[in-house]
């Protein structure tokens, strides 16, 4: 009986001694996974968080001013309609004579987008 608990002593040792490899193991292998992604991610032009709420402010800001000048030109535009119904003489008319060319609209280009000689 002596012989087959050093057995079991011996395999329950062992067993221990794989599971402490496989737990090391397993370490080392979070630790090199982590470090390669650090060096993947670092290598991609990725922004900081306070870089990315700066853009954020910056964009939210530029879209108030957006608003504000859309409804100044509304504004503009129903105090230019207003004027032109009172003096109805005022609106500007181009004859059909001094309206500016297809090609001249163009910047001297042709269809095809070349230049006209």
Not at 46 to 72: I, P, W
Not at 81 to 92: H, Q
């Amino acid at each position: 009986m002596q012989s087959q608990s050093n057995i079991f002593d011996d395999f329950a040792k062992v067993a221990t001694g794989a599971a402490g490899t496989f737990a090391g193991a397993a370490r080392e292998f979070e630790a090199q996974t982590r470090e390669k992604v650090r060096e993947w991610v670092g290598g991609l032009d990725m922004v900081t968080r306070e870089e990315f709420d700066a853009c954020r402010a910056l964009a939210a800001r530029a879209m108030g001013d957006v608003e504000l000048l859309k409804a100044e030109v509304a504004k503009l535009k129903a105090a230019h309609a207003t004027a032109a119904a009172a003096n109805p003489s005022t609106t500007d008319h181009v004859p059909a004579d001094h309206a500016p060319s297809a090609e001249a609209a163009r910047g001297g280009a042709g269809p095809d987008g070349q230049p006209t000689a």
